[in-house]
């Protein structure tokens, strides 16, 4: 694995933890040639990857020195494009909480559109007022 491991002080020789990784650290990491991102809280290092992302390189570059988790999942990847993403991993994302993560995607959905019903009868409550003003004008 290329997983960078770090010891801790005082744990036994065979424990390690990841590595943790600030934000603002994976913020720097955001050209071309220095290409990180976030998943799921987990870094991965993409710069040698992105000339080989069936995708192209340029969707990975919108996210390099961000989260991408929403963009991962909304595709829809693969198992085996998830076991391609583990090669890359360089640690973990320090302070990441799984379950405020999961509770900040519902907030962030609802307040994305989509609309339901309401969002096809306003639209033709609009035309429809817009029409009968022309013909009462």
């Known amino acids: ?31 071309k040639t220095d290409a990180w991102f976030s998943i799921h809280g987990v870094v991965y290092d993409i710069s040698n990857y992105l000339e080989d992302h069936p995708g192209g390189e340029e969707v990975m570059l919108d996210r390099a020195g961000q989260d991408a988790t929403t963009d991962f999942e ?7 494009a ?32 989509g609309g339901g019903v309401m969002g096809v009868l306003v639209p033709i409550a609009l035309v429809g007022a817009a029409i009968a003003y022309r013909f009462l004008m």
């Open 74 to 80: 909304d595709v829809g990847h693969s198992d085996e």
């Open 1 to 31: 694995s290329s997983t960078l491991r770090v010891r801790h002080k005082g744990s036994p020789p065979h424990v390690t933890m990841a590595k943790m990784i600030t934000e603002e650290e994976v913020a720097k990491h955001a050209s």
């Open 82 to 113: 998830r076991k391609e993403l583990a090669k890359f991993e360089v640690g973990k994302l320090e302070g990441y909480d799984p379950a405020k993560a999961a509770a900040a995607k519902p907030a962030k959905e609802a307040s994305g559109g």
